[in-house]
């Protein structure tokens, strides 16, 4: 009785499995086909080097494709940090990081706006014990709204580029 439940378990679970064989994603960034020909940051020059670097190496990786669209890219992104809890002695418990990004995106050739949008995020984070540890809870925390950041940004110009 045990092996006849085991094989249909088995077997149910390749059938799911295989379902999902062909998933592809809506917006995915294989076919995005872009590159960037000319950029500036404003604001955080660090932390618009960091996104720019992200979206610089996604075009990269598409350079042997005729279709190929030329991109101006503007960044101007500023980050705000502000303390949101305090205890009774008033010490900070806890953080918010606000990453405030503005993208300009024009196309190169011919000078059309593909994407001039405002993007605002923000994430708490708790202070640890050690400063070492706050700092890099921190980093990650930027990193993570970068990451958000870049994600809503490719899903726009997608829409843009493609329509």
């Not at 991109?71 to 918010?96: C, F, Q, V």
């Not at 503005?102 to 640890?128: A, E, H, P, R, V």
Request: net charge positive; proline share 1%.
């Amino acid at each position: 009785m045990k092996k006849i439940f085991y094989l249909t378990f088995l077997i149910s679970a390749f059938i799911f499995i295989n379902e999902c064989a062909g998933y592809k994603p809506i917006f995915g960034t294989t076919s995005l086909q872009f590159e960037i020909s000319s950029y500036s940051i404003e604001g955080d020059k660090i932390l618009g080097s960091k996104l720019y670097s992200k979206l610089s190496n996604l075009s990269k990786s598409k350079k042997n494709n005729q279709n190929i669209k030329s991109l101006d890219l503007l960044i101007n992104i500023s980050k705000t940090s502000n303390a949101t809890s305090k205890d009774s002695s008033g010490k900070i418990l806890e953080y918010r990081i606000n990453l405030n990004t503005n993208i300009q995106i024009t196309n190169f050739i011919t000078g059309k706006k593909l994407l001039n949008q405002d993007f605002n995020s923000s994430l708490n984070y708790k202070i640890q014990d050690q400063y070492s540890d706050t700092i890099n809870l921190e980093n990650q925390t930027i990193e993570n709204l970068l990451n958000k950041t870049l994600q809503e940004i490719l899903i726009n110009l997608s829409k843009n580029i493609s329509s």
